[in-house]
Structure formats: C-alpha cells, structure tokens
C-alpha cells in the first residue's frame, strides 16, 4: 500500500493488539502475514511459519482452503448480507438443517451471533429469560466451573473463572458461583483422570445444594478447558453435572466455542460424556476460521417460551448487525461438506494418537515436562521446575513465552498459556507436518531449558 515503508513500524505506530503487553513489541514485534496456504503463514520478512494452533483454534480445515474459498466467492457475487430481522436465505437454513443432524438430542432452534463471546452473552440472557417468562424469576444467578472461560464481554467475564482475564473487572462484574475443583494434573485427592472417582465433584454438589435454587444456568467448557491451560477433565464429571441440573431445575449451557467441531474426537465434546444441554454455543471452527460468526442453539421447550402474542413481550429482543451473515453460512456449509467426506473425524483420533505417541518419545521424559496431556489432536505440554513435586517455574521467568519466541524463530507458532504449550491444529494436517511441529517443538524447549 503507498505510504507505508516499513509494515513492522507502521504496526507499532497504529495498531493495538489483543490479549498481548504491547511494550513485548520491543523485543519481539508481531510478524506482519503476507498470505497463507494450508498449515503455513508466510510473512513479509520471507520466512513461513507451521501454524500448530490453527490461529487461536479456529481455523479447521487448513489456511486458503480452495474449496471454502470458492464458496466464498460464489456467496459474495449472489448475497453478501442482509437484515436478518423479518429476512432469511438459503444458506442459514441449509446450515440450521445440516447441523440438526449433528447435534445432541434435542436441540433444534439455531440463534445467530458474530463471535463466541456474544453466542455465550445470548446463551446467558435466553436462560434468565426462559426462567422469567416461566415463573422463576428468583433464578438469577450462573454457576461455573473452575479456571473455566467464556470470552471477554462483561456476560461471558462473569461466568469465567480466570484472575488473568476477569480480576480488575471485578466491581463491574455479576456475582456468579464459582466452584472448586477439576485440577487433574494437580489433584489435590491425589488421584489421576483416567482412575479417579471425580472426589473433586464434592464441591459442585455443595454449591448446587446452597444455591441451586436460585441458579438460572450452569454453563460448561466440555471435557475441555482450553483458556486455563488445555485442561482435561473426566466425561463423568459432566454427566453428573447434568444430573444435578436435572434435579435443580438448572439448565446446562454447553460452550463448544473451542472444544466443537472436532477438535476433541467427536463432533460435539459433549458426546464423550453422552449427555445433551438445554442450550450450546459454538462459533470458531464452524466457519473453519474464516469469518466471525457463532451460534446459540437450544430446544423446542426453551424457544416455545418465548413464542406467544407481540403485546406479551415475550420475545428473544437480542441482535447483532451481522448476524447470519450469508458468507460466514455457506462457509460453514462447506466445512460440514468437507469434515463429513473426508472423514475428518476418523484422521483428528488416528493422527492425534499418533502425534501423542511421538511427543511422549520426544518430549515425554524431558526434566521440565510435567505433563502431555491429550485429546483428539489436542496436546498440551505442561512445562514445570519439578515434574516430580510438580512445582511450577517463578511466572517472572516466563519460560512459555521465552519457548514461544524460540519457535517463532524456527518457523513453529507455539503461542503458550502460561507455562503450557500446545498443539490444536487444524484437523486436516498430515504425519508429516506433524513430524517437523514435534522436531521444531523440541528444539525450542531444549534451547529454553537444556535437554
Ligand atoms: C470456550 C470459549 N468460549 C468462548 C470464547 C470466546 O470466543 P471469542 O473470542 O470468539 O469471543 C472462547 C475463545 O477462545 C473460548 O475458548
């Protein structure tokens, strides 16, 4: 573009980037994307990078797929968008229909919105709504779970867990019950996921007994908890979850903004734990990364409560200006297209087997590995001082971060959470991109830390 020179400069002059110290830049500025194709990104310094975590978990299928990319350009030359109060248009609900098909149990009525946080934001105000408009009004009030995350909007900030994204924010807050527990890799029973008999689930139990009554929703990250550090947790833990929702009137919002799609193994994480929630979100890989939009979906007994005569105000009033957007629906379409033909699924649980086994020979008995922990093509690296007491590295020496830079430089983006560092790419990446991320992974943690 004329007038800028020097695309890193005009970067720090401008631009404010998210979830990120900016003053980092001085020593380690963003690098400015040309293009990308397939699992790389190609900067404007020459250098391509693998991108293992699919550019913040979203994108499924690969960068500038060629299939996705036609359909874009297909759906912009007949309908780029239109109100979607009082309009509709075949690739809504063509999508609404395919989805159906994939969906627990009972969930059938699709609410459109632009990201994940503003799917979470609805799936929260349909739930007190529903409650109000059908006696309860004393449920106002959301449960849960620990180190859980829902996004940043100030809704989805209160339903989350995490000090790193909620705290300063706390007097603007709603008061929300956040319980303990679910710290598998540092139990404080002393027990191991696959074994235990979910001891921690005690205290869910507790906060259901003292303020299930007065709880609207209790809303979830299936399985797995992506934000805290791709924590994994046992399908049991949600299947009782569900039971006591049941008893207490609670209903259960399944967020799948990070964890659907199949980024765990099944389309849906909640399959593991073969139960269906009153309302789940999703958002991120349903456009396979290329355009923000997510969904709420709930069942016929939530939507018919809203459904009665204009003059009752009883209506969802909750709108967003791009919702349904017919480009981010026919992209979605084309993901579905692709996931169910090339048998995606099946490739996400063989390749993620075989990407554990390999990291678990590389990395498994380094002297920082705490754990590799695992799921579908999920695989976070706990990196610790002590892997036998456990001992986590002082948070100053920021050593995920010093792995991150050492990655970038070899051409492997392994962006951290903490000390936790993670493969989630997209799902249709082949043995031997896996292979160079394992190889390039290792480098950087043994050039951080030794061998
Ligand atoms: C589980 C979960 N919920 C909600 C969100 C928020 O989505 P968005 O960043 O699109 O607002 C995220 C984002 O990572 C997420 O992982």
Redesign the pocket.
């Given at each position: 573009m004329e007038g800028i020179r020097n695309w890193e400069e005009a970067d720090r002059r401008y631009i404010w980037h998210p979830a990120m110290q900016m003053k980092d830049n001085e020593v380690f500025p963003p690098v400015v994307i040309d293009h990308a194709k397939g699992m790389y990104l190609y900067g404007t310094n020459g250098k391509k990078y693998l991108d293992i975590i699919s550019s913040?978990?979203?994108n499924l299928l690969g960068h500038a797929n060629p299939e996705i990319n036609a359909a874009v350009k297909k759906q912009v030359d007949e309908l780029e968008h239109v109100i979607f109060t009082n309009f509709s248009h075949k690739p809504a609900i063509q999508l609404a229909y395919e989805l159906e098909k994939l969906l627990p149990a009972g969930l059938c009525r699709f609410s459109f919105h632009?990201?994940?946080?503003?799917?979470?934001e609805a799936a929260m105000k349909m739930a007190f709504q529903y409650h109000y408009q059908t006696g309860h009004s004393e449920r106002t009030k959301f449960m849960c779970l620990p180190e859980?995350?829902?996004?940043?909007?100030i809704g989805?900030l209160s339903v989350g867990s995490l000090d790193l994204y909620a705290k300063i924010f706390n007097p603007m807050l709603m008061h929300n019950i956040h319980f303990d527990g679910l710290d598998c890799y540092r139990c404080p029973y002393g027990k191991d996921r696959e074994h235990c008999d979910i001891e921690c689930f005690e205290s869910a139990e507790k906060a259901f007994e003292k303020y299930g009554k007065e709880t609207v929703a209790m809303i979830v990250?299936p399985i797995l908890?992506?934000?805290a550090g791709m924590r994994i947790y046992p399908p049991k833990y949600l299947k009782k979850i569900r039971e006591l929702c049941d008893y207490y009137g609670v209903l259960l919002i399944d967020?799948?903004?990070?964890?659907g799609f199949g980024r765990t193994g099944k389309f849906f994480a909640i399959e593991h734990a073969g139960v269906s929630p009153d309302i789940l979100?999703t958002?991120?890989g349903l456009t396979g990364g290329y355009m923000?939009m997510?969904l709420t979906i709930t069942t016929d007994k939530i939507y018919n409560a809203f459904y009665d005569d204009y003059g009752t105000h009883k209506a969802f009033v909750h709108s967003h200006t791009y919702a349904g957007n017919p480009m981010a629906c026919s992209i979605a379409l084309t993901v579905l297209k692709i996931i169910k033909r090339d048998h995606i699924l099946e490739r996400v649980n063989e390749n993620g087997k075989y990407l554990h086994n390999e990291l678990m020979k590389t990395l498994g008995h380094h002297k920082n590995v705490g754990e590799i922990r695992h799921i579908g093509l999920i695989n976070a690296i706990e990196l610790v001082a002590d892997p036998g007491t456990k001992k986590a590295f002082p948070a100053e020496k920021r050593v995920g971060w010093h792995v991150f830079r050492k990655a970038m430089d070899l051409g492997l983006v392994l962006r951290p959470m903490g000390d936790v560092i993670y493969f989630n790419p997209p799902l249709n990446i082949e043995k031997k991109e896996l292979d160079l991320a394992i190889k390039l992974c290792r480098e950087a943690v043994i050039s951080v830390l030794g061998e």
């Amino acid at each position: 573009m004329e007038g800028i020179r020097n695309w890193e400069e005009a970067d720090r002059r401008y631009i404010w980037h998210p979830a990120m110290q900016m003053k980092d830049n001085e020593v380690f500025p963003p690098v400015v994307i040309d293009h990308a194709k397939g699992m790389y990104l190609y900067g404007t310094n020459g250098k391509k990078y693998l991108d293992i975590i699919s550019s913040w978990w979203c994108n499924l299928l690969g960068h500038a797929n060629p299939e996705i990319n036609a359909a874009v350009k297909k759906q912009v030359d007949e309908l780029e968008h239109v109100i979607f109060t009082n309009f509709s248009h075949k690739p809504a609900i063509q999508l609404a229909y395919e989805l159906e098909k994939l969906l627990p149990a009972g969930l059938c009525r699709f609410s459109f919105h632009d990201n994940g946080s503003s799917a979470v934001e609805a799936a929260m105000k349909m739930a007190f709504q529903y409650h109000y408009q059908t006696g309860h009004s004393e449920r106002t009030k959301f449960m849960c779970l620990p180190e859980s995350y829902h996004g940043e909007t100030i809704g989805a900030l209160s339903v989350g867990s995490l000090d790193l994204y909620a705290k300063i924010f706390n007097p603007m807050l709603m008061h929300n019950i956040h319980f303990d527990g679910l710290d598998c890799y540092r139990c404080p029973y002393g027990k191991d996921r696959e074994h235990c008999d979910i001891e921690c689930f005690e205290s869910a139990e507790k906060a259901f007994e003292k303020y299930g009554k007065e709880t609207v929703a209790m809303i979830v990250e299936p399985i797995l908890q992506g934000a805290a550090g791709m924590r994994i947790y046992p399908p049991k833990y949600l299947k009782k979850i569900r039971e006591l929702c049941d008893y207490y009137g609670v209903l259960l919002i399944d967020d799948e903004i990070a964890a659907g799609f199949g980024r765990t193994g099944k389309f849906f994480a909640i399959e593991h734990a073969g139960v269906s929630p009153d309302i789940l979100c999703t958002s991120k890989g349903l456009t396979g990364g290329y355009m923000p939009m997510s969904l709420t979906i709930t069942t016929d007994k939530i939507y018919n409560a809203f459904y009665d005569d204009y003059g009752t105000h009883k209506a969802f009033v909750h709108s967003h200006t791009y919702a349904g957007n017919p480009m981010a629906c026919s992209i979605a379409l084309t993901v579905l297209k692709i996931i169910k033909r090339d048998h995606i699924l099946e490739r996400v649980n063989e390749n993620g087997k075989y990407l554990h086994n390999e990291l678990m020979k590389t990395l498994g008995h380094h002297k920082n590995v705490g754990e590799i922990r695992h799921i579908g093509l999920i695989n976070a690296i706990e990196l610790v001082a002590d892997p036998g007491t456990k001992k986590a590295f002082p948070a100053e020496k920021r050593v995920g971060w010093h792995v991150f830079r050492k990655a970038m430089d070899l051409g492997l983006v392994l962006r951290p959470m903490g000390d936790v560092i993670y493969f989630n790419p997209p799902l249709n990446i082949e043995k031997k991109e896996l292979d160079l991320a394992i190889k390039l992974c290792r480098e950087a943690v043994i050039s951080v830390l030794g061998e």
